[in-house]
């Protein structure tokens, strides 16, 4: 068998026209030997992270980061006419080494900032002869520069383009042939070929991989067709045309089902006349360094005032100017308090991250923008209450900095901020004039086929009656991550099944097994529709903007990761998404548009207005009979998290009277815990003996009849009775009384 790799691959990211999963293509990779892969999606790295990240897991694939982008004779040239068209060429580049993948990130930023036309990202050669340290080029696909002037201008104009990217790349520059039955790509591979001899050029063979098996090629298809608005029984037409031509007379479709993801041994045999085209690509695969994306994150430069020689002096400065107006007095439990989270952010080093959030709220705070009074664990934080960040006293209300920060631990602080709707986007504008719009970004969401939506998408194309294709849909169960391969192939019942770790109830098993009748019933349309939704199920349908995840960078976001722009917003967008874009090196904040502020702000507006009396929302005494009372009837629409209607019935029958009661509804209220708030109540009304498991745990339960709440309720070790993380305890030899969850979130109590 022949050594080769793929350096020519779409997956999912390419969208609606790569069907390649990249666990699949990694998958498929490992288990022919193969010793790399490259990625090169049209014209974006969306994919770009998550494929080195696979990598790990795929020991022996060699992760190869590259992109096909879109050239164009001038990227700034937005005014076209039929007859003169924006004509876009294909070229592929791989990145060799840590340069080349900044270059990389650099073009494929600059093809959306300054390049992008309709959806497509287009660069010029003006920007790769600025750009071009680090890559490896190849003469590409039938659809770029040197192909096209073989075909439409001549051997001798087409000399000309060849040589310009010779000059540039030297001996990073590769003629690539492909094989797929086309008469136009065999004329263009016989120029080729002789023109490796005449010019001393190596030659590597791809197969422009747009799927991962042959047998899913149909379902690439039908993805085409999801692109194109196409119903699959539209004539194709299969010849070259430019990605986005309008056809007449048919529909877009590929030349044949050979653009699949090869085996070492089918490239062996479609290339064993040119041998060495093969032992090229691992030439290739030598000559490109193994990546390391994840990178520590790098704050945003925050200056200080002269008089401070640091971030921590300047951090400790504002701590304790604000404990002043906070406390009354600052007590030695105070002090002790803000010392230890102090000493924690400076040995985490954290200031500065404390401070541009501080910076940013209190600025918010100072034109008038409502802001919330802090959520989650950032709310535990004496030095954040201090500065401004949260408006709530954690000392009072016992919360623990330990969930915030653990020294233990190093992961970045988390601040979600509410602001209230308008007022969020003057926060914004205020950090894009502060840090630059070229260091500020929106985060990138991609909106995937899920179960139902490509059961739907995969109907439509195959023109399945709209009824028929909404009630196989509506068989699948309305739980969110559901797999439909799952759903279609896992053991119903027993160890691993979709019983077991999905949960499924028995009306859902039912519908499951209605779903494999249909798949298992041979030449029926719902039968074919299921067979090409479970290929397409997670295929990248578009792309979107994160509701509230924002970054701010130390330097041009473009010298980090790749970015993109939309017409939904005026800031850039990062191509990575949320749940990896910290690994990728940069600060993802939330600011978090809450409709709930805009209604209290424009409340106490129009009592000032109509009644001449002038409110802080901030002073409104905690120990109102009146509110309590609308509590107590479950009037609660438009207060956030008590709005519910299940959160209204047991409010009814808590009868709440005090904040302390509100707190553990807040905390009951969710998977699990859910389960323990009829005994709250009924302990709260005497109706229930309030019990200990254990004797000790009395002194901290006894405000909860009982019942943990939350989780700093949980992390008392009883033994020397200080406030500590569960994860402090795990070398303490001894039983521990635990009350929780299971993986199912249903209610858990015991000695462990």
């Not at 960040?389 to 020294?407: A, M, S």
């Not at 010298?559 to 874009?581: C, D, F, H, R």
Request: with cysteine.
């Amino acid at each position: 068998m022949p050594n080769f790799a793929h350096l020519h691959c779409h997956t999912q990211f390419s969208l609606l026209d790569g069907a390649a999963s990249i666990p699949g293509l990694f998958k498929k990779a490992a288990a022919d030997g193969m010793k790399a892969l490259a990625i090169t999606d049209h014209g974006n790295m969306f994919g770009a992270f998550q494929f080195v990240a696979e990598a790990a897991k795929h020991e022996g694939v060699k992760p190869i980061v590259g992109c096909e982008f879109y050239v164009v004779n001038d990227r700034h040239r937005r005014t076209f006419t039929k007859e003169d068209k924006d004509k876009r060429y294909h070229q592929l580049f791989l990145a060799k080494n840590p340069e080349g993948y900044r270059n990389l990130v650099k073009l494929c930023s600059l093809g959306y900032i300054e390049g992008l036309y309709g959806k497509y990202p287009r660069i010029d050669k003006e920007l790769i002869l600025q750009y071009h340290e680090g890559l490896i080029a190849t003469t590409c696909c039938i659809g770029a520069m040197v192909p096209q002037a073989i075909l439409r201008k001549g051997e001798e104009e087409a000399k000309k383009e060849f040589e310009w990217w010779l000059d540039i790349f030297g001996e990073d520059y590769y003629i690539e042939i492909q094989r797929h039955q086309m008469q136009e790509q065999d004329r263009v591979n016989e120029v080729l070929l002789r023109w490796a001899e005449e010019y001393h050029v190596k030659v590597i063979c791809t197969n422009d991989s747009h799927y991962i098996d042959q047998k899913d090629s149909n379902a690439h298809d039908i993805l085409l067709c999801v692109n194109t608005g196409e119903k699959q029984a539209t004539p194709a037409i299969r010849e070259f045309v430019e990605e986005g031509t309008v056809m007449k007379g048919g529909r877009f479709a590929f030349w044949n089902d050979q653009f699949y993801f090869k085996t070492q041994a089918e490239m062996g045999a479609l290339f064993k006349d040119v041998p060495f085209a093969l032992d090229n690509t691992m030439e290739i695969v030598d000559k490109c360094e193994h990546l390391k994306l994840k990178k520590d994150i790098l704050l945003p430069n925050f200056v200080v005032p002269q008089e401070f020689q640091t971030q921590d002096d300047y951090l400790r400065h504002l701590t304790f100017e604000g404990a002043k107006k906070r406390y009354k007095e600052i007590t030695p439990e105070i002090e002790e308090r803000l010392n230890f989270e102090l000493h924690t952010v400076k040995t985490m080093g954290f200031a500065g991250y404390f401070l541009i959030v501080a910076d940013f709220i209190n600025h918010g705070k100072d034109i008038g923008v409502f802001i919330g009074p802090g959520r989650g664990s950032a709310a535990g934080s004496a030095v954040a209450y201090c500065i401004g960040i949260t408006n709530i006293d954690p000392i009072k209300y016992q919360l623990l900095f330990e969930r915030f920060l653990n020294p233990d631990r190093k992961s970045m602080p988390d601040i979600d901020t509410d602001f209230d709707d308008e007022g969020r986007q003057k926060v914004i504008d205020y950090v894009v004039d502060k840090y630059g719009k070229q260091q500020v970004a929106q985060i990138v969401t991609y909106g995937t086929m899920a179960a139902k939506m490509s059961i739907k998408d995969v109907a439509r194309v195959l023109d399945l009656p709209l009824d028929q294709a909404n009630a196989l849909a509506k068989l699948v169960p309305d739980k969110p991550g559901i797999s439909l391969k799952r759903v279609l192939t896992a053991p119903l019942t027993g160890e691993g099944s979709l019983a077991e770790k999905e949960s499924l109830p028995s009306e859902d098993i039912e519908n499951a097994k209605k779903l494999r009748e249909y798949l298992a019933a041979e030449d029926t349309p719902e039968g074919a529709v299921l067979k090409e939704a479970m290929v397409l199920e997670g295929s990248v349908r578009g792309t979107g903007i994160h509701a509230a995840g924002i970054i701010i960078a130390p330097k041009d976001l473009t010298e980090i990761i790749p970015v993109a722009t939309s017409k939904e917003t005026e800031l850039l967008i990062t191509q990575y998404e949320g749940s990896i874009i910290e690994d990728a090196g940069v600060i993802k904040m939330d600011f978090l548009g809450l409709k709930t502020l805009t209604i209290i702000r424009d409340a106490l507006r129009l009592i000032e207005e109509n009644h001449g009396v002038k409110i802080s929302i901030d002073d409104i005494p905690l120990d109102d009979k009146k509110t309590y009372e609308l509590y107590q009837r479950g009037e609660t629409n438009g207060t956030f998290q008590f709005e519910s209607a299940g959160m209204q019935k047991y409010l009814r029958d808590l009868k709440p009277d005090k904040f302390d009661d509100l707190i553990a509804m807040n905390a009951l209220y969710r998977p699990g815990p859910l389960e323990y708030i009829p005994d709250f109540i009924a302990r709260k009304h005497g109706r229930q003996a309030v019990t200990y498991d254990l004797p000790d745990m009395e002194e901290y339960l006894k405000d909860t009849f009982g019942i943990c709440v939350t989780g700093d309720t949980l992390v008392f070790d009883a033994d020397s009775g200080k406030r500590v993380r569960m994860d402090q305890l795990e070398n303490r030899i001894g039983e521990f009384y635990v009350q929780g969850v299971d993986q199912d979130l249903k209610p858990q109590r015991g000695k462990m």
